[in-house]
């Protein structure tokens, strides 16, 4: 770990880290809004498949080519290639990743704007200002320009003060925050009416549609997105991990932690639903289809609260700022990778590429906001649906076509000496090299 370009102090500073970036709006409103659209149970096994079978072993590819590049993706990947033309694609896919971390969070921050200022609203409510409570959560244009600044003006102020002070300590203190809130918030809903309806959609799957087509690809799409690939995200974070560290046990940690919250959030969301259902509100459209998911999060659960009474104030600003603590850590990782990017690359002093790139993609933002009907929708399905998917499979293709293995096995192997003789080390090397890419390209056809 170079001194002059930070790293985690702690092992459990990665994992917050790492698991913060993973964990995120995917999880919380993704995760439930796809399972309650594609046939509840049936989706939850499907997507704990792929995560461990498809997304860990992806995953571990961006950690392993980060921590043996010691550096942003371009130069880590840079640093495998041997030739002009492995450079040239170390190049494309690195920084493709940077381009795509960069999208992703033009469009993520709006949607985290609007997690805030309905975190605000219970308490402007509770203070009795009931106008601006309203203007809270009447989409306005002004609201919301200035909820996206506020939400990238807070990622710019976390990224600023780099791996140590910024990332790791403000992952430390908001995670557990948000595992606590989201025990907290699913006892409170258990305790109502037709909690126990939700939780057996949840949990009873209908094993014929395990094969449908669809759910597969949504569920893959999701466990992608979830674990942040393809966005150069995990090849950054890699880099600032310790030597000495044993990062096959890393990996599987942050996956196991990112998949569990994405459950727990479906044991929070879905029976929250049949609450609502429980008090008069609709849920499912006519034909028995489900709402869709933006009304699902922004509509359907404050009539749920506001059905509360005052308690529901409360469990409101919960809620929101649970939305709004997953979002940051998420964001922050977003905006890593072109900083490091730049810093290194360019030689310029962190501060300043932050709040350069920050301001820059804070623009982009803005002019979504303004054409928001189309622009939305156009800059999620480029980054999510096609940018992810590629970057990651070309990821999957440069660890295991151009690295060589033996190369790969010694970096393994800091931190943990036997891994020569596990099971992963029998498995992964050619899972990386055909399956994983294939999986994902068949898929990813499949989708177009
Ligand atoms: N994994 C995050 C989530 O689930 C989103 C994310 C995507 C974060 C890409 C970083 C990079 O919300």
Redesign the pocket.
């Known amino acids: 770990m170079g001194v002059s370009r930070g790293g985690f102090s702690s092992r459990f500073g990665f994992i917050m880290a790492a698991a913060g970036?993973?964990?995120?709006?995917?999880?919380?409103w993704?995760f439930p809004t796809q399972t309650a659209s594609n046939g509840g149970a049936a989706f939850v096994l499907v997507y704990l498949v792929l995560a461990f079978c498809l997304a860990y072993p992806a995953f571990m590819a961006e950690l392993l080519i980060g921590r043996y590049g010691q550096a942003n993706a371009v130069s880590s990947m840079q640093k495998i290639a041997r030739n002009t033309w492995q450079k040239r694609f170390g190049f494309v896919v690195g920084f493709g990743g940077i381009i795509?971390?960069a999208l992703?969070l033009s469009f993520?921050s709006i949607i985290a704007g609007w997690m805030m200022s309905y975190a605000i609203e219970p308490l402007a409510r509770l203070a009795g200002f009931a106008g601006a409570a309203d203007w809270l959560i009447n989409h306005s244009l002004i609201r919301n320009i200035l909820f996206t600044a506020f939400f990238m003006g807070l990622t710019i102020f976390i990224i600023r003060r780099g791996v140590e002070e910024g990332i790791e300590k403000w992952s430390k203190r908001l995670m557990p925050m948000l595992i606590g809130l989201l025990i907290l918030l699913i006892i409170y809903v258990f305790t109502l009416d037709g909690a126990r309806e939700g939780f057996n959609a949840y949990l009873n799957p209908d094993i014929s549609r395990v094969f449908e087509p669809d759910l597969l690809i949504s569920a893959l799409g999701q466990a992608f997105?979830?674990?942040?690939?393809?966005?150069s995200?995990m090849i950054i974070y890699g880099s600032y991990i310790a030597k000495k560290e044993n990062l096959v046990t890393l990996g599987a940690q942050v996956t196991l932690i990112?998949v569990s919250i994405a459950f727990l959030a479906g044991l929070l969301i879905i029976p929250a639903m049949y609450v609502a259902q429980a008090q008069g509100v609709a849920i499912f459209a006519e034909d028995g289809s489900l709402i869709s998911g933006s009304n699902l999060v922004f509509t359907v659960l404050p009539a749920l609260f506001s059905g509360m009474g005052d308690v529901g104030l409360f469990v409101a600003f919960g809620f929101f700022v649970l939305m709004s603590i997953?979002?940051l850590t998420?964001?922050i990782?977003?905006l890593e990778?072109p900083v490091s990017y730049v810093v290194e690359r360019h030689d310029t002093p962190r501060e300043k590429a932050t709040t350069f790139i920050g301001l820059g993609i804070l623009v982009l933002s803005i002019l979504i906001v303004i054409n928001l009907e189309w622009m939305l929708d156009f800059v999620a399905t480029l980054s999510?649906q096609y940018g992810?998917p590629i970057i990651a499979m070309l990821c999957c293709v440069f660890a295991g076509w151009v690295w060589h293995r033996s190369d790969i096995l010694s970096e393994i192997k800091q931190g943990n000496e036997h891994v020569e003789h596990s099971l992963f080390w029998k498995i992964w090397p050619w899972y990386t090299k055909f399956v994983c890419p294939t999986a994902i390209g068949l898929v990813f056809w499949h989708s177009l």
Request: aromatic share 6%; net charge negative; charged share 5%.
């Open positions: 970036s993973a964990v995120g709006l995917g999880n919380i993704g795509c971390a992703i993520y997105f979830s674990l942040s690939l393809g966005t995200v990112d997953a979002a998420s964001s990782s977003m990778g999510t992810q």
